[in-house]
C-alpha cells in the first residue's frame, strides 16, 4: 500500500509543479518556431497557421449557419417547391429527391399538365424520396393533374397550401439547399418581390419610344429587344428572373389565373412560351419594383430545352413588346443589385 501511496505522490507532484525542461517549456510555448532558422521556413509555417485558422473559423461561421437555417424553418417560415415537369420522369425523380433533403421545404408540388397520368411506377419512386427525407418528416408531396397541355398550368393556384413562399423550378434544375436557403431568407426580407437565380433584361430600341405602343403594334418592329444572360452579364442591369428558379409569393399564383388579362394567358398558351416573361410583368405592374437577383449555383441537368431552340430569343421579343402594348407601358424596373452570401466570399 505505501508503494501505491508513493507512486500517485509523485503523479501528483509532476501535475503540479513541473520539472525544469517542462518549465521552460510552458514559458516558451513558440519556442520552436523561434529556433527555425530560415525565413522562408518561417513564412511557409505562419501562412500555414493562418490558413488553418481561416478553416476553423469558416467551419464555426458555417455552423452557426446551419443552426440559425434549423430555427428558421419553422412551420410559418416554411416554403413550396413547385415542380413543372413534361415527359422527363428520370429528371423528376432526381428532382423531388433533392428538394426532400431541404430543411425549409414544407411541400412538394408536381405540374402535371401529360394527357396520361403518372405511372404507378414513377409514384411509388416518387413517395420513396420522400419517406427518404429525414430532415422533413412532415414534408407532403403532392402532385396536381390538370386536363390540358398548357404552359399557364405552372402558375394555377394551389388548393391546400400552406406557405407564402413558392419556390418556382423547373424539372431539369437543382439548386443546392444552402444556396436555397440563403434566397429564401433573401425573399423573406422582400415578400412581394420575385427572387431568384436566372436574370434577363429588356432592352429599349428608341428612348421614350414605349408611349408610341398601342394594341396594334407591329411585332417586326419592336420597341423593346429581349436580353438574354449575356447582355446581363456584360451590362450588369436587368428586370426579370426566370421562374425556372424563382421565389414568389403564392398570391401572385391567383392573380396570374384570375386577374391577369386572360388575353395574355390566350397568348401563352398559342405561342406555348412566354409564361415567366408574364409573371415578370405582372409582378412588377403590381409593385412598381424590380427583382431581386441572387448570387448561387445551379446545376442543370437536363440536354435541352425550350430555350435551345432556334429562333427562342426573337420569339421572346415578340413577347415582351406584346406585353408592353397589352399593359400600355412597360412596367419591368432595370435593377443593377446582387445578393451574395457574404459568408461564402472571400472579398465582399
Not at 421579343?317 to 412596367?331: D, K
Request: aromatic share 12%; with cysteine.
Amino acid at each position: 500500500m505505501s508503494s501505491l501511496v508513493a507512486r500517485d505522490h509523485k503523479v501528483l507532484v509532476k501535475a503540479g509543479r513541473p520539472s525544469s525542461s517542462s518549465s521552460r517549456c510552458w514559458r516558451s510555448p513558440l519556442a520552436w518556431f523561434y529556433r527555425i532558422s530560415s525565413w522562408r521556413s518561417r513564412l511557409l509555417l505562419g501562412i500555414s497557421m493562418l490558413i488553418f485558422i481561416f478553416l476553423v473559423s469558416a467551419a464555426i461561421v458555417r455552423w452557426n449557419q446551419d443552426e440559425a437555417n434549423f430555427l428558421l424553418v419553422s412551420r410559418h417560415h416554411r416554403y413550396t417547391v413547385l415542380v413543372n415537369t413534361w415527359k422527363r420522369y428520370d429528371l423528376l425523380r432526381k428532382s423531388v429527391a433533392h428538394y426532400a433533403s431541404c430543411r425549409g421545404v414544407d411541400a412538394i408540388r408536381v405540374v402535371w399538365s401529360e394527357s396520361e397520368p403518372p405511372s404507378e411506377s414513377l409514384l411509388a419512386a416518387l413517395e420513396k424520396s420522400i419517406r427518404a427525407a429525414e430532415n422533413n418528416p412532415e414534408l407532403e408531396l403532392r402532385i396536381d393533374i390538370n386536363d390540358e397541355d398548357n404552359l399557364n398550368n405552372r402558375f394555377k393556384p394551389l388548393d391546400g397550401v400552406t406557405t407564402d413562399g413558392i419556390f418556382s423550378i423547373d424539372d431539369d434544375v437543382l439548386v443546392p439547399c444552402t444556396t436555397l436557403e440563403f434566397s429564401f431568407r433573401v425573399w423573406l426580407s422582400a415578400p412581394d418581390s420575385m427572387v431568384g437565380f436566372v436574370p434577363r433584361m429588356h432592352w429599349a430600341r428608341l428612348k421614350n419610344n414605349w408611349k408610341q405602343i398601342s394594341p396594334t403594334f407591329r411585332p417586326e418592329q419592336p420597341t423593346f429587344t429581349y436580353g438574354g444572360w449575356w447582355s446581363v452579364w456584360w451590362m450588369g442591369t436587368y428586370s426579370m428572373v426566370l421562374t425556372k428558379a424563382a421565389f414568389l409569393h403564392h398570391k401572385y399564383l391567383e392573380y396570374y389565373t384570375l386577374q391577369m388579362p386572360a388575353s395574355i394567358r390566350e397568348y401563352v398558351a398559342n405561342q406555348r412560351n412566354c409564361e415567366d416573361i408574364a409573371m415578370s410583368f405582372m409582378v412588377a405592374n403590381l409593385t412598381n419594383a424590380p427583382p431581386i437577383w441572387v448570387k448561387g449555383k445551379l446545376y442543370e441537368i437536363g440536354s435541352s430545352g425550350i430555350s435551345s431552340l432556334k429562333g427562342h430569343d426573337v420569339h421572346r421579343t415578340v413577347c415582351v413588346n406584346f406585353l408592353a402594348a397589352r399593359y400600355g407601358y412597360m412596367p419591368l424596373v432595370a435593377s443593377n443589385v446582387k445578393a451574395v452570401d457574404a459568408n461564402l466570399q472571400w472579398f465582399w
